[in-house]
């Protein structure tokens, strides 16, 4: 692979991984064929910048990728293993400290985290993006939409918990507490739990999502405590 691989999306049919490549050398995502014993590179593209954030679309036709401190969202469609159609998606309009980060794309349009602008976006072909405001040197680093798409669960990696939005109505925001430097999250396929990674304590946390409280921690350091 490249410098510095920080991420990577597996293709919805398995067949294929991109990877996000953001250090010294050149920025760039490297599509890898995963046919077992056939393993290989088959396309790169180069990129100006990139930060964290990279992910498939729900059919796997579409691959975002996070522009980092310009505000977009890389989009290619995809097909067989390479990337045509290149657009950059404005996530900002160039003037505020946004740093695009995670990416999660969703039926209809991709949630954006703008790690740096302490602020989650909501991208639409056609729209103005919906700004969802995070309490000020929060950090928002992964949004992740309920299974039912009415709330979405954003995790503040610099406030040690997550912000739970309601999106069906519109009420107030609800905080979660959790270990330090929440990262990544994944619901089960019930989305009635969600594990949230939290690197700085090499926990992931287990919340039940309709009780809205942790239920477990799990220790995922190399040596035990």
């Given at each position: 692979?490249?410098?510095?691989?920080?991420?990577?999306?597996?293709?919805?049919?398995?067949?294929?991984?991109?990877?996000?490549?953001?250090?010294?050398?050149?920025h760039e995502v490297i599509i890898v064929s995963l046919d077992e014993g056939r393993e290989q590179v088959v396309s790169r593209v180069n990129i100006r910048?990139?930060?964290?954030?990279?992910?498939?679309?729900?059919?796997?036709?579409k691959l975002y990728a996070s522009g980092g401190e310009f505000g977009t969202?890389?989009?290619?469609?995809?097909?067989?293993?390479?990337?045509?159609?290149?657009?950059?998606?404005?996530?900002?309009?160039g003037k505020e400290d946004f740093t695009t980060g995670n990416i999660t794309p969703t039926a209809d349009g991709i949630w954006v985290c703008g790690t740096?602008?302490?602020?989650?976006?909501?991208?639409?072909?056609?729209?103005?993006?919906?700004?969802y405001p995070q309490p000020k040197d929060s950090y928002p680093y992964h949004a992740l939409p309920s299974k039912d798409g009415k709330r979405l669960f954003v995790s503040l990696w610099g406030a040690s918990s997550l912000a739970v939005l309601d999106l069906a109505g519109g009420g107030k925001p609800v905080?979660?507490?959790?270990?330090?430097?929440?990262?990544?999250?994944?619901?089960?396929?019930?989305?009635?739990?969600?594990?949230?990674?939290?690197?700085?304590?090499?926990?992931?946390?287990?919340?039940?999502?309709?009780?809205?409280?942790?239920?477990?921690?799990?220790?995922?350091?190399?040596?035990?405590?």
């Amino acid at each position: 692979l490249g410098d510095f691989p920080v991420n990577i999306a597996l293709h919805p049919s398995g067949k294929f991984a991109a990877v996000l490549h953001a250090g010294f050398g050149p920025h760039e995502v490297i599509i890898v064929s995963l046919d077992e014993g056939r393993e290989q590179v088959v396309s790169r593209v180069n990129i100006r910048q990139a930060f964290q954030g990279i992910a498939f679309n729900v059919d796997g036709g579409k691959l975002y990728a996070s522009g980092g401190e310009f505000g977009t969202v890389h989009s290619w469609s995809f097909k067989d293993g390479l990337l045509s159609g290149h657009e950059a998606l404005k996530a900002s309009d160039g003037k505020e400290d946004f740093t695009t980060g995670n990416i999660t794309p969703t039926a209809d349009g991709i949630w954006v985290c703008g790690t740096w602008g302490d602020t989650v976006r909501y991208l639409q072909p056609g729209k103005e993006p919906r700004a969802y405001p995070q309490p000020k040197d929060s950090y928002p680093y992964h949004a992740l939409p309920s299974k039912d798409g009415k709330r979405l669960f954003v995790s503040l990696w610099g406030a040690s918990s997550l912000a739970v939005l309601d999106l069906a109505g519109g009420g107030k925001p609800v905080t979660w507490e959790s270990d330090s430097h929440p990262t990544e999250m994944a619901l089960t396929p019930d989305g009635k739990h969600l594990f949230v990674s939290c690197s700085n304590s090499t926990r992931v946390n287990v919340f039940d999502t309709e009780a809205g409280r942790r239920v477990a921690s799990l220790n995922c350091a190399l040596h035990p405590d």
